[in-house]
Each structure stands twice: as structure tokens, then as C-alpha cells.
């Protein structure tokens, strides 16, 4: 059983910073790589950010946040975060907590935290 639960959004002005968390419970050993997405209303869900977890593992940012959001992962709690400076309106968006299990081709998702960014 494999629980990934958010934390850390909010309602934040134009220019502001928000840092999301997600703590994952169950199976973590499964997980080759966690990362951050999100859906804003009317559009499809896509990547924000993505770790993987091997030692020396890579980043990839989508090209809206590169410069802007950085994510990061603590072993000991196994929790991935994501901070987020410099925020924009359309950065306003439901971002959801993935985990993804290569091997068996599994992908695990958060609740879902709501960010929303006011010009």
C-alpha cells in the first residue's frame, strides 16, 4: 500500500514563494523516481518536476519553472519537496505528488494541493 500525501499549498501574490511536500508511506523501496505535476483548470495534468531516486539521480524541470522551482528529496523522511520562487498567476494550478515504479510500469499520485498565485 503506497501513500503519497501533500502539503504546503496555498493563496500566495505574484512574485511569492511556496514550498509543497509530499511524505510517502507503504512500498517506497518500489519507487524509482518522485516528482511534482500539475493541472490547472481546463488543461491536461503535466510535469512540473521529476527526481529520480538513484544515488547521483537526475532533474528534469519543465521549461516554465526552470530557474524558479527547485526539487529536493530527503531519504531519512522519505519525502520529496518543491520550492517555488518568483510565482505567477499562471502557475495557479491543483499540483499533485507522483511516484513512479519503472520496473512494473506503476505510477502512484497524491490527493492533490491547490497553489494559487494572484496578480
Known amino acids: 500500500q503506497v501513500q503519497l500525501v501533500e502539503s504546503g499549498g496555498g493563496l500566495v501574490q505574484a512574485g511569492g514563494s511556496l514550498r509543497l511536500s509530499c511524505a510517502a508511506s507503504?512500498?517506497?523501496?518500489?519507487?524509482?523516481?518522485m516528482g511534482w505535476y500539475r493541472q490547472a483548470p481546463g488543461k491536461q495534468r503535466e510535469l512540473v518536476a521529476l527526481?529520480?531516486?538513484?544515488?547521483?539521480?537526475?532533474?528534469n524541470y519543465a521549461d516554465s519553472v526552470k530557474g524558479r522551482f527547485t526539487i529536493s528529496r530527503d531519504y531519512a523522511r522519505n519525502t520529496v519537496y518543491l520550492q517555488m520562487n518568483s510565482l505567477k498567476p499562471e502557475d495557479t494550478a491543483v499540483y499533485y505528488c507522483?511516484?513512479?515504479?519503472?520496473?512494473?510500469?506503476?505510477?502512484?499520485w497524491g490527493q492533490g494541493t491547490q497553489v494559487t498565485v494572484s496578480s
Open positions: 507503504g512500498s517506497t523501496f518500489l519507487f524509482n523516481a
Open positions: 507522483n511516484a513512479q515504479d519503472f520496473e512494473l510500469g506503476t505510477t502512484y
Open positions: 527526481i529520480s531516486l538513484s544515488r547521483g539521480g537526475s532533474i
